[in-house]
């Protein structure tokens, strides 16, 4: 069984190599995360830049010749996407190919895979000073579409906006793929900047899973090639990453109006708790009892009980601490649905938790860290967190710890809860007409 315990790193300035040996996957899984503090001046060309890589390299300078060489590798998958962790943005290349073991004639494909992971991110097709044009053009046309599909999706765009006036001012609250605003002064020149400076500062992580029989190689193989990919470069001073500060004051509260059938109700509460505090877990727990799962108590109440919700959840942040809860629900029944939502909070508050509720719900826990070790991914981002937290848990530490949590414990990490944005997205119809 893999564990996160077996995860061996070697680190030299700001690259890292993290290898996990196991014989439980027939394919060997590879992901290259660069991470660099978010910032609103460049959030947008930061987001842009991964799909733009998979529009060629210098060896591979199309996507077509790109799919056609991971074609190649024995039905090599490869795929570039952007995150956000807490006050990071995440510029990530993943593949994954069949071990050399597993397939007859596949020897050298696993170098030749991590190659091109490496070309796509510090090797693209380039034109005269930079990126070519029509490159640029075509991802500045699909980048629109990326950002105005969350503004479509109402579900999503209600939670990037509760964030957004939780965290004014703060790099936690920025957009994932940016802005739409921001796309008018991208060219090629401001993108080859941004693009340059990533590379020179960005901390560079290569994640290795699979059978990988002689570790130490793999590990002096790979740092290797990061050195020669993104050169030296300035060792950037990462500090591991927080949970936002509790913020003193009165609730903030928004209310915006579009076109939507339904209004969609959303609480931000504040804990000061993240995945590197001894409260963590406790905290995991005490939100699954409030809104992770079917039998939570906002499932049950505001949406089962009352009729009020089409659906009722709650999930933690680990990295920032934050606890969103999401409803959607007639517009006429705000008043009703946030006041159940605050009596739910504050029954946990005051251990108002029955026994079946902290079994289901640790039950549920367990079985979702199980899942974990059946995905080579899933693996490697929660070794993730804890780089960026500053910690190290195994899987099996999570368990364990999880089974650990009490009714008291519980209790103890719901007091952190702090209501901090109330946001309801309105439908403008009936708004106009009010």
Known sequence: MPSLANFVTHKEGRFSVHVLATDKFRTRHLALKLSRPVQRETVTESAMLPYLWMEGTAQHPS?????????????????TFINKRGNRHVLEVQASAPEEGTVTGAKEVIEKLEDLLLQIASDPALGDRGFLPEHVERERGLHERRIQ???DDKITYAMERCL???CQGQPEG????????DLRKVDKDRLWQVYQEILATCDVHMYVVGHVQDVQATLQRMMGKLHQAFGQGNAPDTKPVRA???????????????????GKLNLGFRTGVSYGDAEYLPLLVANGILGGFPHSKLFMNVREKASLAYY???????LTGIVAVQTGIEVGNKAQA?????????ALKAGDVTDEELDFTLRGLRNQYRQVLDQPMSLTEIHFSGVLAGIHRSVEDLLDQISAVGKEDVVRAAQTLE???VYFLNNQEVNASA
């Open 63 to 79: 996507a077509l010749e790109i799919t056609r060489y991971a074609d190649e590798l024995f039905g090599a998958s490869v795929r």
């Open 149 to 151: 599909s969350v503004f």
């Open 164 to 166: 957004e006036e939780m």
């Open 174 to 181: 920025l957009a994932r793929l940016g802005y739409i605003e």
């Open 244 to 262: 936002l500060a509790i913020r003193n004051g009165d609730t903030r509260e928004v209310v915006e109006s579009e076109s939507v059938q339904q």
């Open 312 to 318: 009722a959840s709650s999930r933690l942040d680990g």
């Open 338 to 346: 946030y006041d159940i939502i605050l009596r739910q909070v504050e």
């Open 419 to 421: 209501l901090d944005t």
